[in-house]
């Protein structure tokens, strides 16, 4: 008998350190700088890891908060900050601040989770707050910065978490991208002129130059190119052949939009066909025609090849609604613009281009609210990081 | 004396009535489909007008861009054209409604949006009131052809105007 306990034991060993380890409810506190109890909070233990029930522990230290349903994003906002967590994107976006991925943003039983050493430094860089998570006693101590100064050790004071946290994040699509991003107009063409006497060149260009630099920052595995990064004049067919030449992936032309005083938001455009069901028939008949060759001569070829071309070009088309309807959707949550939709026009400046490509206009600068908007460094880069956050998202989902 | 004056009478007496001036008749009318800006709402809204009957398409098509000048009736409901812009000729051919207008038309609208409101209420309102076989419109600007509307050169601006244009309602596509 006694032959048989070893095995058994040995197997039982493995079973359990092979299974599948659920998380565990636990109850952590949050307590102040000179440790006594503030609130007790619920927690998940994954994997000796602790993740924050995001509800719970922002309401336990006195943030508004707001989980929507529809958007599925939950809205924290204290005193002088806000963030909003987006489980589908796995990212966070921090008012006045920008995107952060948050990949580790876990959704069990319908809660929120995130884990307390992120959670943690995402509240130490963002509010005027100290928060130190120790894992070992299970809680997080809060306090102002100035009743830590005694406590804080200056070896782990460089280490920014938020920095940590980014090096941390597994990349779940590998593939780089080449992104082509042309601020509208330049020189000698303004574009529209804002109630506030802003030009839209200068405009378009100063989000293009910040989305580039958030980029640069954040998404490492984007590599944006802009079709002009100072003030002058291109012609719009020479703007998607910079792209096509270059094998962009991607082409984003940014624009701000003019009409009446009242017109607001922000809206995406893709180009559209005026002979979209003509050419698609045409493309069917020649398409069934190529089907029954045998052999392929010089005639043939060509024909499969305009076939290929015209597949190509209804690819591009579904793909840039598709990108079109993640950009509205980015600034649509982290805008305060109405959005205007995503819609199709015969633009001029997209109909050359052989990758996904959209237009967006960010907002009316003949709205004398949304030009002076537009005119700030704050707003010019809130649109960078959704667009940004946009980019990412559609490179994640595609490559 | 007396013969006279009863001679005068009996002659006005008998003398045929004067014929009635000649009825006017009212020339026939026809409604009309006219895309004009709400707004409110910030994109096009189709309003009726009575017009009289056009004798042919050419002669409906002025007609439609004279009416796309004259603001409608209804409350924050506004005209896109300019006053000073003219159409100069108009003929159809094929399946296309061809309409070429003074310089007036290069800069009428800015940004993709004012452009595609401005470009469309004039595409939609005539494919609207003309026959159905014609399918697009195509414009030019002092009998030449120009790549967009923009008034930085041809290449200032941003619907593509090269080629003709089929209607479009400018709603958002996922609602639509």
């Known amino acids: 008998m006694k032959k048989y306990c070893l095995p058994f034991l040995i197997g039982m060993v493995l079973i359990l350190a092979f299974m599948p380890r659920s998380a565990r409810a636990q109850q952590v506190n949050i307590v102040d700088a000179g440790g006594d109890l503030l609130r007790r909070v619920n927690a998940l233990e994954f994997d000796n890891k602790y993740f924050f029930d995001l509800y719970d522990f922002f309401k336990a230290i006195d943030f508004d908060v707001n989980w929507n349903e529809t958007t599925r994003r939950l809205t924290v906002s204290g005193a002088d900050e806000k963030f909003r967590f987006s489980p589908g994107a796995g990212r966070v976006m921090v008012a006045d601040d920008g995107l952060y991925p948050a990949e580790n943003l876990r959704q069990e039983n319908g809660r929120l989770y995130l884990d307390a050493e992120q959670t943690a430094g995402l509240l130490k860089t963002h509010t005027e707050k100290e928060y130190i998570w120790n894992p070992s006693r299970e809680q997080m101590q809060v306090a102002r910065a100035e009743d830590f100064q005694a406590e804080i050790d200056p070896a782990a004071d460089d280490e920014d978490p938020i920095a940590r946290f980014l090096e941390e994040i597994p990349e779940t699509g590998e593939e780089e991208i080449l992104v082509v991003i042309d601020p509208g107009h330049g020189g000698r063409d303004p574009g529209a002129i804002g109630a506030n006497g802003l030009h839209e060149k200068e405009v378009v260009l100063q989000i293009s130059l910040a989305l580039r630099d958030y980029i640069e920052e954040n998404y490492p595995r984007i590599k944006p190119v802009l079709t002009r990064d100072d003030d002058r004049f291109i012609p719009l067919q020479d703007r998607t052949r910079m792209a096509n030449e270059q094998q962009a992936d991607l082409f984003v032309s940014i624009h701000a939009n003019s009409g009446r005083a009242g017109a607001s938001g922000f809206e995406v455009f893709t180009l559209s066909s005026e002979a979209d069901d003509e050419e698609a028939q045409e493309l069917a008949e020649i398409e069934n025609s190529a089907l029954r060759y045998e052999g392929v001569d010089g005639e043939e070829l060509k024909d499969i090849q305009w076939i290929l071309q015209q597949l190509q070009g209804t690819v591009h088309t579904r793909e840039s609604r598709e990108f079109a309807r993640i950009i509205d959707d980015e600034l649509d949550g982290d805008l305060s613009l109405p959005s205007r939709g995503v819609k199709q026009a015969p633009f001029f400046v997209l109909k050359d281009a052989r990758m996904p490509a959209v237009l967006v206009e960010t907002g009316f600068l003949s709205n004398p609210r949304e030009a002076e908007k537009l005119g700030t460094r704050k707003f010019q880069q809130e649109i960078a990081a959704g667009l940004a956050g946009a980019l990412e998202n559609y490179r994640q989902n595609r490559y | ?176």
């Open chain 2, 1 to 176: 004396m007396i013969l006279v004056a009863a001679v005068i009478t009996a002659a006005w007496w008998f003398l045929p009535p004067e014929p009635d001036p000649p009825e006017e008749k009212p020339l026939p009318r026809e409604e009309v489909a006219l895309y004009f800006l709400d707004v409110e709402e910030y994109q096009l809204t189709r309003i009726s007008r009575d017009v009289p009957e056009a004798d042919d398409s050419t002669e409906r098509i002025f007609q439609i861009i004279d009416h796309l000048k004259q603001p409608p009736e209804a409350e924050n409901i506004e005209i896109l054209l300019p006053g000073d812009l003219e159409l100069i000729a108009a003929y159809t051919e094929g399946d296309i409604v061809y309409v070429d207008f003074n310089e007036a038309f290069i800069g009428a609208a800015e940004g993709s949006t004012g452009e595609m409101l401005f470009l469309y209420s004039i595409v939609n309102s005539l494919l609207a009131n003309l026959d159905e076989k014609y399918r697009l419109v195509q414009f030019t600007v002092e009998g030449e052809q120009r790549s967009t509307m923009g008034p930085y050169g041809e290449n200032s601006g941003h619907i593509g105007i090269k080629y003709p244009l089929g209607p479009r309602w400018i709603q958002d596509e996922d609602s639509s």
